[in-house]
T-cell receptor, first 114, second 120 residues
Framework: SQKIEQNSEALNIQEGKTATLTCNYTNYSPAYLQWYRQDPGRGPVFLLLIRENEKEKRKERLKVTFDTTLKQSLFHITASQPADSATYLCALVKGSSNTGKLIFGQGTTLQVKP | DAGVIQSPRHEVTEMGQEVTLRCKPISGHNSLFWYRQTMMRGLELLIYFNNNVPIDDSGMPEDRFSAKMPNASFSTLKIQPSEPRDSAVYFC??????????????????FGPGTRLTVL
């Protein structure tokens, strides 16, 4: 069956360190992958999109990698800050290219301590 | 830009009652998505529309759920009759028109603040 797996346990790191979150998927061949941030009581907010032909994408302190062989995406936040504390969701497109829908992982909660 | 607007923000109702959730997408966005989020199941797509037409409703749990999009600026999600297991946060999201041949899901989605539904 198709699965998207993110670390269910919260990730706790010290301010200034690099946070690395993992998104693994099975039985999918997504053309691209998206990452969202969700704060408590709010809707998800789009962060980055990476295509299957892109190995890496950067935006300010954020970096996403996409390894279609390993079926894995890594999401990095460098020089992390307490304000980065949130739940991070990865999402893949399931279905055909013209009608596909986003399937979200369960999310990983990041806690950055000052 | 006001963003995606949802109402009500909170709804508490009794089992068997009809519930209607409302959504106003961002102006100019022609795709609209309804999601449900629970601790157990995470964020699940219920249905999505493109140009006011339902494209995929395979996530709608049962016939008790129905969604409409009468025009480009308004959509409703109705549950009748509601049950305690429907308790969840319901999100509406919208996205810009996709490039030719691509699904709306290829574009970033802008989520509303959600409606927290509690069915007693």
């Amino acid at each position: 069956s198709q699965k998207i797996e993110q670390n269910s346990e919260a990730l706790n790191i010290q301010e200034g360190k690099t946070a690395t979150l993992t998104c693994n998927y099975t039985n999918y061949s997504p053309a691209y992958l998206q990452w969202y941030r969700q704060d408590p009581g709010r809707g998800p907010v789009f962060l980055l999109l990476i295509r299957e032909n892109e190995k890496e994408k950067r935006k300010e302190r954020l970096k996403v990698t996409f390894d279609t062989t390993l079926k894995q995406s890594l999401f990095h936040i460098t020089a992390s800050q307490p304000a980065d504390s949130a739940t991070y969701l990865c999402a893949l497109v399931k279905g055909s290219s013209n009608t596909g829908k986003l399937i979200f992982g369960q999310g990983t909660t990041l806690q950055v301590k000052p | 830009d006001a963003g995606v607007i949802q109402s009500p923000r909170h709804e508490v109702t009794e089992m068997g009652q009809e519930v209607t959730l409302r959504c106003k997408p961002i102006s100019g966005h022609n795709s609209l998505f309804w999601y449900r989020q629970t601790m157990m199941r995470g964020l699940e797509l219920l249905i999505y529309f493109n140009n006011n037409v339902p494209i995929d409703d395979s996530g709608m749990p049962e016939d008790r759920f129905s969604a409409k999009m009468p025009n480009a600026s308004f959509s409703t999600l109705k549950i009748q009759p509601s049950e305690p297991r429907d308790s969840a946060v319901y999100f509406c999201a919208s996205s810009r028109p996709p490039t030719s041949g691509r699904a709306p899901s290829y574009n970033e989605q802008f989520f509303g603040p959600g409606t927290r539904l509690t069915v007693l």
